[in-house]
């Protein structure tokens, strides 16, 4: 397999195509975007006594952005806020292609291993998860002037 | 005549990528070696301060700095007196709505620019009329997406005091008819501003013949270094307005609470220059002269064509601006985003724009999440567009596998 086909692996397709917990309901959220290619990424999360009760995500972008979205709703949804920060973070190192040890907390993010041969797609793999990191840090980002 | 080959040896990038396919010329042009010889030139030989000291470096260094702004004032056929030299031309556009708008711009005039534009030609007014209160005009677009004098007539009127428009959009390539829109302006006395940084590198620039009141363009994107730009300003204008920076050199006789400034254009121009910068600019100058803008436009739109032709017998893809003037392609493979597609050229060694290329307009206006930008120069060849083309096929057929989708 080489380094196209190990990025473009058949479920990040699939959840381009076929986004789970996608539109927006309302909880508090992130918007982050990738100004040079374009990738729009806003995160919403309800969190009640320090637990994840549900993760939505909205916006526009490049398959590696928008499936890894979907994934990470899918991935994070009924962890604690401790856990899903330890996730993200482990999350980084993956796709930045540090070795890690308990892989099976990525479960299906695993697939962006292959994202660290293609350093200028980092940052659209990281964009959604940045996103949710501020909404665990309570941290809100919309800036205009 | 005109050799590719040869003019592919004029640059050090080829000789450490021999198979480098380089499409990312609106972005920014490669450098040849004789604008890094000129800039290692004055650094090795007589890299001093400019304006300032009375010894012979000093006076040798000035001289190269002025023998600079003439080659380039000439290229575009200004006064030496009317060329500012500035970071580049989104710098340039800047100090112009700073420098004239915050003077001149009044609540309830108003400010014509267009959707084909790159942000640094209308955000800059976009705050300004903020400020003011003044109202910002976007001319309507035609079906193909150019700018019309039409459609310009139809925005324009008395309140308008200031056009600022691209001479060529970075995106579609088109050329805007801006010699006749800039007639029509002066008619109710409102002030032109060109864009020029992507027609510098293709078009014949004369401000005279145009008669614009500001024309701006940067270096990089026409075989110069990065980091420095020109803007030209009528020398009325010029001397209408005040400088936006003090300090250093632009000054002719401080007292503590009075200054008189120097003569236009050094009165705009604070600070040690990018002295090497300059000197490479000018080069760079040079070099399309001898080459000749004519043989360049040739050889691209040569180039473009047999592009096009290549690429209107694939399926699967979308070309946004297939009636472009200068060599831009800007297009999507179906149902791919730009970003995707881009990381398969970069594995193909093929280097093109991927996003909104700063004119998010542009791409608002094509109902697209950005495009892929193919775009030519000097040093491309027939063998990089074939390898561009195959490369598109490859995309498309890679994108419909991973999709599950048969071939047709």
């Avoid at chain 2, 002030?191 to 014949?204: E, P, R, S």
Wanted: neutral net charge.
């Amino acid at each position: 397999m080489n380094n196209l086909e190990n990025l473009y692996r058949q479920v990040i397709i699939e959840h381009y195509k076929h986004p789970r917990n996608k539109g927006l309901k309302g909880f508090p959220q992130a918007r982050l975007y990738n100004p040079s290619c374009g990738d729009d990424i806003t995160m919403e999360t309800k969190i009640d006594s320090g637990i994840i009760q549900e993760i939505n995500f909205d916006g526009t972008g490049c398959s590696i952005c928008c499936s890894s979205a979907s994934i990470l709703t899918e991935l994070l949804k009924g962890k604690s806020i401790t856990e899903a920060k330890k996730i993200i973070a482990k999350y980084y190192s993956l796709i930045k292609g540090e070795v890690i040890d308990g892989e099976e907390e990525l479960a299906e993010a695993m697939v962006y291993q292959g994202v660290s041969k293609f350093p200028a797609r980092i940052k659209c793999a990281a964009l959604p998860w940045k996103a949710l990191e501020q909404l665990l840090d309570g941290e809100n980002n919309e800036q205009k002037s | 005549m005109f050799n590719a080959k040869k003019i592919r040896d004029l640059f050090p990038m080829y000789r450490l990528y021999p198979h480098l396919v380089y499409l990312d010329n609106s972005a920014t042009a490669l450098t040849p070696q004789v604008v890094l010889d000129k800039m290692n030139e004055y650094y090795s030989q007589y890299g001093v301060n400019i304006h300032r000291g009375v010894y012979h470096l000093s006076y040798k260094a000035t001289e190269e700095y002025d023998k600079a702004r003439e080659r380039i004032a000439d290229f575009i056929n200004s006064d030496f007196s009317e060329l500012v030299f500035t970071k580049n031309a989104s710098n340039s556009l800047n100090m112009m709505a700073l420098m004239y708008g915050d003077k001149y711009l009044q609540a309830g005039d108003a400010v014509i620019t267009s959707e084909l534009e790159h942000h640094s030609s209308f955000l800059p007014w976009m705050k300004m009329c903020k400020r003011k209160n003044a109202e910002l005009r976007f001319i309507p677009l035609n079906a193909d997406g150019r700018i019309t004098v039409d459609n310009f007539r139809k925005v324009f009127d008395k309140k308008v005091k200031v056009v600022a428009l691209t001479y060529v959009s970075n995106v579609l390539g088109y050329i805007t008819p801006i010699k006749e829109i800039i007639a029509l302006a002066h008619r109710h006395n409102a002030i032109v501003i060109v864009d020029a940084a992507q027609a510098a590198a293709h078009i014949k620039i004369d401000v005279k013949d145009l008669d614009c009141d500001c024309l701006a363009f940067s270096a990089h994107k026409m075989l110069g270094p990065t980091g420095i730009g020109a803007l030209y300003g009528k020398k009325e204008l010029l001397l209408s307005i005040d400088p936006l920076e003090y300090g250093g050199d632009m000054n002719n006789s401080v007292s503590k609470t009075e200054l008189t400034i120097k003569e236009i254009p050094f009165c705009f121009e604070t600070g040690t220059a990018a002295i090497a910068e300059v000197l490479g600019f000018a080069q760079a100058v040079e070099l399309i002269n001898g080459i000749g803008l004519k043989n360049i436009g040739q050889h691209c739109i040569t180039l473009h064509k047999y592009a096009l032709s290549k690429l209107t017998n694939l399926k699967g893809l979308t070309v946004y601006n297939p009636k472009a003037d200068i060599p831009i392609i800007s297009f999507n493979i179906d149902g791919v985003h730009p970003h995707d597609a881009a990381t398969f050229f970069d594995e193909s060694g093929i280097c093109l724009r991927a996003g909104h290329h700063c004119a998010q307009l542009v791409s608002k206006w094509l109902e697209c999440n950005g495009t892929l930008r193919a775009s030519f120069y000097i040093y491309n060849d027939y063998q990089d567009v074939d390898r561009f083309v195959e490369t598109v096929k490859e995309t498309v057929d890679f994108f419909r596998k991973v999709a599950g989708e048969k071939n047709e």
